[in-house]
């Protein structure tokens, strides 16, 4: 089929619901257009897995600060800015020897924006959703992540109201690494728990 | 999830390639963040909105329809909170269609361009192929 002729602008159907629904709301007063372009902005590019790696770091290093994430992972990680816009709580759950903790939501998607950014695709999907509690250690297996028999792994179920940071166990060889060297070791996947901590280079 | 998926996820740390596919996905997410920090729904309520779309049978398992869950979720949540109307959303979303249909490649598309629905539509079968518009 040839494209000689005049091409005029297409609104795919969602883009179009889209921008009517945006319509709608900013007539409402309900929502500022100006507003939207921030967050998408903040979203796209400021809040990620770092600000999560940053906390886990800090609590490699501080033996205070890993008490207080513990007790009170809210306050904890607040404590470095990072709040919550949904009001949400969160949980740190800690990786031991003997213990894997691995995070999912099986309702939808809930997910700790605020220390992770938005979820990668393979979060939100149905596979990983229902797989992680049924068979956790074959979803681990895909992710190439295979853990001694004996290491027990706990699945949380996020919800709405409260989400789980995989604080995961400090890589062996890095006892003088400075917090933000040892930032760099904390992948995504590593506080999802479908990964670990990366090992020194 | 196949080996294949869970590979490419693994490989694209730490960053994101990309949250979004496209702009609306954006869009349709910032509009739920905003409308639940000026009150008009609770994230539980929200939650529960999307996972009633999410868990319908039929979802990809690559997860590439998310954001459309996503925004047939916030319709709804809307809807239900007589905030906006599916009718009122499909007019002007048509609307929009017509406008940028109308509006020249590279312009910026304004609701102000569009036309208007064809006039003496006679019947459904008229609407597609034809040079009208």
Redesign the interface.
């Given at each position: 089929m040839s494209h000689d002729h005049?091409?005029?602008?297409?609104?795919?159907?969602?883009?179009?619901?889209?921008?009517?629904?945006?319509?709608?709301?900013t007539q409402?007063g309900?929502?500022?257009p100006a507003?939207?372009?921030v967050?998408?902005d903040t979203?796209?590019t400021k809040i990620?897995?770092?600000n999560g790696?940053k906390v886990v770091a800090k609590a490699w290093v501080e033996p205070d600060f890993a008490v207080l994430l513990i007790r009170d992972a809210t306050a904890a990680i607040g404590s470095l800015g990072y709040t919550g816009?949904?009001?949400?709580h969160m949980q740190a759950v800690f990786n031991t020897a003997d213990t894997h903790n691995l995070v999912v939501c099986t309702?939808?998607?809930?997910y700790p924006w605020s220390v992770l950014?938005?979820p990668?695709?393979?979060y939100?999907?149905?596979?990983?959703r229902s797989?992680a509690v049924i068979d956790p250690r074959g979803?681990l297996g895909?992710?190439?992540l295979t853990l001694p028999a004996t290491t027990k792994i706990r699945v949380w179920d996020s919800?709405?109201?409260l989400r789980y940071l995989v604080v995961p166990m400090r890589p062996k060889g890095t006892d003088s690494w400075s917090e933000e060297r040892l930032a760099d070791l904390v992948?995504?996947?590593a506080m999802i728990g479908?990964?670990l901590a990366r090992e020194p280079a | 999830?196949?080996?294949r998926?869970?590979?490419s996820?693994?490989a694209?740390?730490?960053?994101?390639a990309q949250?979004?596919a496209?702009?609306?996905q954006?869009?349709?997410?910032?509009?739920t963040?905003?409308?639940?920090?000026?009150g008009?729904f609770s994230?539980?309520e929200?939650?529960?909105a999307?996972?009633a779309e999410?868990?319908q049978p039929g979802?990809?398992?690559?997860?590439?329809d998310?954001?459309?869950h996503w925004?047939a979720a916030?319709?709804n949540l809307?809807s239900a909170k007589g905030?906006?109307g599916k009718r009122?959303?499909?007019?002007?979303?048509?609307?929009?269609?017509r406008a940028?249909?109308?509006?020249?490649?590279g312009?910026p598309?304004l609701?102000e361009n569009d036309p208007g629905p064809a006039e003496g539509r006679g019947g459904p079968t008229e609407g597609r192929g034809g040079t009208a518009g």
């Open positions: 005049n091409h005029d602008n297409e609104l795919d159907p969602f883009a179009a619901r889209v921008r009517a629904l945006e319509t709608i709301l409402k309900l929502i500022d507003a939207i372009d967050i998408v979203y796209e990620g897995p770092r790696a816009r949904q009001g949400e309702l939808c998607s809930c950014g938005l990668p695709v393979w939100k999907a149905p596979p990983y797989r979803v895909e992710f190439g919800t709405a109201e992948t995504r996947d479908t990964g | 999830m196949s080996r998926e869970a590979k996820a693994t694209t740390l730490p960053a994101d949250v979004f496209e702009p609306w954006a869009e349709a997410f910032a509009m963040v905003a409308l639940h920090d000026s008009v994230w539980s929200w939650a529960d999307l996972s999410v868990k979802a990809a398992s690559d997860g590439h998310y954001y459309e925004l916030l319709e809307l905030v906006a009122e959303i499909d007019a002007l979303a048509a609307a929009w269609e940028a249909h109308a509006t020249p490649h312009k598309i609701l």
